[in-house]
């Protein structure tokens, strides 16, 4: 089993930056896929981003160019650098882990095995 804890959500104004962190215990970490997905009020969840042990990784179109995703395997944890934040980014976060290999596609929650309970970013306009 991995136990994954998020944090580092809040309030947020337009333009303004966050990182997420997403802090894993009970496994070998660096063996496990890692993804951030969102889901704001009334939609579905959606898929943010993906860092695969290899430390290759996957934007969605709606974040790429703003947001960073990395890992610290020494740490166990994976961030997402959220920058140039939009109102449309607030959403639930949450992350998720998966052993490898990885169900495809990377994109999609089906593929994720553990999930976390998630942190509140909100940004105001």
């Known amino acids: 089993q991995v136990q994954l804890v998020e944090s580092g959500g809040g309030l947020v104004q337009a333009e303004g930056s966050l990182r997420l962190s997403c802090a894993a215990s009970?496994?070998?970490?660096?063996?496990?896929?890692v993804a951030w997905f969102r889901q704001a009020p009334g939609k579905e969840r959606e898929f943010v981003s993906a860092i695969m042990p290899s430390t290759m990784t996957l934007y969605a179109d709606s974040v790429k160019g703003r947001f960073i995703i990395s890992r610290d395997n020494a740490n166990n944890t994976v961030y997402l650098q959220m920058n140039g934040l939009k109102p449309e980014d607030t959403a639930v976060y949450y992350c998720a882990a998966a052993g490898i290999p990885l169900r495809p596609p990377m994109s999609s929650g089906r593929s994720y095995t553990f999930w976390g309970q998630g942190t509140q970013v909100t940004v105001s306009s």
């Open positions: 009970g496994r070998t970490f660096s063996n496990y896929a």
